[in-house]
């Protein structure tokens, strides 16, 4: 085996070319070989140091994929003007058998594809089979690598909706959806956005004074939603309107989150990816479900492993003598 450690750069991770349906069928056979015990993880552990300001660090290791990761977050409250990016991530790849290093990887892509990708996992799992309309609450990046990940689960989605509190933000979303035909339309009441959606992906960052507002009761009998942001923006008292409640790992977290970070008190989790990967809900397309997640360890090194068979195969990256 050689010293030498590949460097992934940025750059490096998109020219590998990961496409939506790879990234999301690497995370559920990621999760279903957690379920026959061919991998392992840690729940992530994060200290926080403040609203949207975080170190975490997450680790898991797979027989299956014959390697083992650690990605390093951290995570601070953007500064207006700015062009440091909110959260910034690396990803150290070891050998399973071994432990020897072989690869570091800029973490903030697959960050963005495998967040998406875990989301329409779950989607496939719990959510109508024949949405059409997809609402975004937030409409940064993560919205865009949700919209991707999400027509390429449903092509036959007709409508985007789109609610930000950066009008601009919004903009460039309905232009990135008007590019693929989708109908757009940028909407500033929440409940509105509720009742039309058939998926909600509610992608609020924390920030200090943050409210919820997202009432889950508004939303149609059959929907689903992924709230990227642990839950932060759904109003709690409202919570138990949700028929099925699923999450990434039931031994990383019990229940939804609140806008300062605990566990809410209204609602429990009953279901999560493993299980479910392994034994879908037979109704779960009828009735409204809510996938809330932190991020699992396992997916990122899902899509990490995906991103260095690329890389091996196309040449890419920088080795570097150790």
């Not at 959806?177 to 039309?196: F, N, P």
């Not at 509610?202 to 689903?224: E, H, I, N, Q, W």
């Not at 229940?255 to 809900?281: C, E, I, K, N, W």
Request: proline fraction near 6%; include cysteine; charge should be neutral.
């Amino acid at each position: 085996m050689s010293n030498d450690l590949l460097y992934l750069s940025h750059k490096d991770v998109r020219a590998c070319s990961v496409t939506p349906r790879e990234a999301r069928e690497a995370v559920l056979a990621a999760f279903r070989d957690h379920a026959a015990g061919r991998n392992r993880s840690l729940p992530k552990s994060a200290l926080a140091l403040g609203p949207g300001h975080a170190f975490q660090a997450m680790t898991a290791a797979s027989q299956a994929q014959a390697i083992a990761t650690v990605k390093w977050v951290a995570s601070a409250p953007s500064q207006g003007g700015s062009s440091v990016p909110s959260v910034s991530a690396l990803i150290c790849v070891s050998d399973y058998a071994t432990g020897a290093p072989l690869a570091i990887l800029d973490g903030d892509e697959i960050t963005l594809v495998r967040t998406a990708a875990m989301s329409a996992a779950a989607a496939s799992l719990l959510a109508p089979p024949d949405a059409r309309t997809i609402g975004f609450v937030g409409c940064g990046l993560q919205a865009h690598a949700h919209l991707a990940a999400f027509h390429d689960l449903y092509p036959g989605l007709t409508t985007t909706l789109m609610l930000s509190r950066s009008r601009s933000s919004a903009e460039r979303l309905a232009e990135a959806a008007a590019a693929q035909s989708l109908t757009t339309e940028i909407v500033d009441d929440a409940d509105r956005l509720l009742a039309r959606s058939d998926i909600v992906i509610s992608m609020v960052p924390a920030t200090p004074g943050l409210r919820p507002f997202l009432d889950a009761s508004r939303m149609k009998p059959a929907s689903f939603a992924a709230a990227v942001d642990t839950g932060r923006s759904w109003l709690p008292e409202a919570l138990p309107a949700f028929d099925i409640l699923a999450t990434d790992s039931l031994a990383q977290s019990q229940a939804p989150y609140d806008v300062d970070g605990q566990p809410v008190a209204s609602v429990r989790f009953g279901h999560d990816l493993a299980a479910l990967s392994q034994m879908p809900l037979a109704d779960a397309g009828t009735k409204r479900s809510l996938f809330c997640f932190r991020g699992f360890a396992l997916a990122d090194l899902a899509l990490a492993h995906l991103v260095l068979e690329k890389a091996r195969a196309g040449g890419i990256g920088m080795l570097l003598p150790r």
